[in-house]
């Protein structure tokens, strides 16, 4: 039966298979397992404790599947953790690059009360600093900047890989969600150019990793980019 409290590990358990959902990556526990670089074992134990607690259910070919306990406390958890980097940038100015990890401490202990003077906090805007919607309901469309073709207009809509470390990379490449600009290169190197005529350079791994909104648009991926669950190593520069 369902317990009233998740616990710290098993919200951050539900945020990542949440994540997956959204990303449009398979919920397995191999997923869960490359997202959280955590052993298969260990998140064997806790998808266990998931489905005792009665917040997931495993399908036969073993995907995880939500309960709506598990999918209300896991929108809940993804939307505390976007609403307080939002407002850690805006309200507190800190770099949207370190927010990331401030916010992985701070959603699990937030009241009611403080989330709603929060949003009230942080005005009109209606994503993190890394575009990902406050209210996961709305969440645009997009396909990897890695698929766009060159001489497309592009406008950057998130940064779907949250980890610390390419969140710096990304930061010091100059590009932020809501750039928009047109595509001039893509092969090792992706540089975007926008109307002003600087250029935005990241690597093609990394493109992956960002979603835009393309005219023309490449199709949709029918299999989503395994960069957006790795690690600086697997990425490169
Ligand atoms: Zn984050
Ligand atoms: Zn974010």
């Not at 052993?39 to 709506?68: C, Q, W």
């Not at 698929?147 to 497309?152: C, H, I, L, Q, R």
């Amino acid at each position: 039966m369902s317990q009233e409290q998740a616990t710290v590990a098993e919200e951050e358990y539900l945020q990542i298979i949440f994540w997956l959902q959204e990303a449009g990556l398979p919920m397995t526990g191999a997923n869960v397992a490359r997202a959280m670089q955590v052993s298969a074992p260990t998140v064997h134990e806790m998808i266990g404790r998931l489905e005792a607690d009665g917040y997931i259910t495993r399908a036969a070919n073993k995907a995880i599947v939500f309960t709506d306990s598990g999918r209300e406390h896991a929108e809940n958890i993804v939307r505390r953790h976007r609403l307080i980097e939002r407002f850690l940038t805006d309200v507190f100015d800190i770099p949207w690059d370190q927010v990331h990890e401030e916010a992985e401490k701070l959603e699990h202990w937030m009241s009611p009360t403080v989330e709603e003077r929060m949003l009230k906090a942080i005005g009109d805007a209606d994503t993190c600093p890394h575009g990902h919607p406050i209210f996961t309901h709305k969440r645009l469309p997009g396909v990897p900047l890695a698929d766009v073709e060159v001489g497309a207009k592009v406008r950057v809509l998130r940064f779907e890989n949250e980890a610390e470390d390419l969140l710096h990379y990304l930061m010091d490449s100059g590009l932020t969600p809501g750039l928009e600009g047109t595509l001039a290169r893509s092969d090792d190197e992706v540089v975007v150019i926008e109307s002003g005529g600087r250029e935005y350079t990241v690597t093609h791994s990394v493109a992956q990793t960002v979603s835009v909104e393309a005219d023309p648009s490449p199709p949709p991926r029918a299999v989503l980019p395994e960069q957006l669950v790795l690690a600086k190593e697997h990425w490169g520069r």
